[in-house]
């Protein structure tokens, strides 16, 4: 392996790191308030999984 | 005693407050549904250390990955983790004659994780459907008895919407 400067290397990898070079790939969502838009839907979604038929059936298998 | 950091934003003061009242109606219709008010207390301090803790792996997570919303899996994971892990359902009585009382936190978080997540794809799930009591068995068993972390379940909960959602197209077989 060939030796590198480490200073160069690393004066080299702070300006990439300040001109964006590296992407930041983690956070790419197009998700939406789930307190205002899904919240409420789901708590309204257990009770009406609970009249169902499967819900107690489900229970017994516990 | 200091404030918790979490409680700090006004915005995340309404989501916890929200959110801690969503649980509590939730609990309440599955032990209601099960004909349970008699056997079972909810511990409004365990459930609210609950969603503290929810909101401060969520508000970690978010800030960490820049991302103003978390997804419905993310979400749906971490409750049932936080929630299985603070057991805020607890027996009345400690004579306890069903044993499932003694698994109650897990297997009121498995119903109410099936539920979010058929709710999300707006489906139902049929009775007798084998598909459907495997699933649950796998999911109330693994919530029991084993160490499930949050991000697991996250990846489990996105590979249930990944089958529901992809049209995949079959091979021809010959």
């Not at chain 1, 030796?3 to 300040?18: D, G, I, M, P």
Request: one cysteine or more; a negative charge; proline letters at 3%.
């Amino acid at each position: 392996m060939a030796l590198v400067n480490c200073e160069e290397a690393t004066r080299r990898f702070e300006e990439k790191l300040r001109s964006g070079y590296f992407r930041h790939d983690r956070s790419l969502n197009n998700e939406v308030d789930y307190p205002t838009e899904k919240e409420d839907r789901d708590t309204a979604g257990v009770e009406e999984f609970a009249k169902t038929g499967i819900f107690k059936v489900l229970y017994e298998r516990s | 005693m200091k404030d918790h950091k979490v409680l700090s934003a006004a915005s995340s003061s309404h989501d916890l407050v929200k959110r801690f009242r969503s649980w509590m109606s939730r609990i309440q219709i599955i032990v209601r549904y099960l004909g349970l008010e008699d056997a079972l207390k909810i511990d409004e301090d365990r459930l609210g250390k609950a969603i503290i803790d929810y909101f401060d792996d969520i508000d970690r997570l978010k800030e960490y990955e820049g991302i103003e919303h978390a997804s419905v899996s993310k979400i749906y994971a971490y409750e049932t983790y936080w929630l299985v892990k603070r057991k805020p359902i607890m027996p009345v009585s400690p004579d306890l004659e069903d044993e499932r009382i003694v698994f109650i936190n897990e297997i009121a978080c498995s119903m109410i994780l099936l539920s979010n997540i058929c709710n999300e794809l707006g489906i139902i799930p049929v009775e007798n459907d084998p598909h459907v009591e495997k699933f649950y068995d796998l999911l109330c068993y693994s919530l029991k008895y084993r160490d499930i972390p949050a991000k697991a379940l996250e990846l489990a909960i996105e590979f249930f919407f990944f089958g529901r959602r992809t049209e995949f197209v079959h091979k021809n077989v010959r």
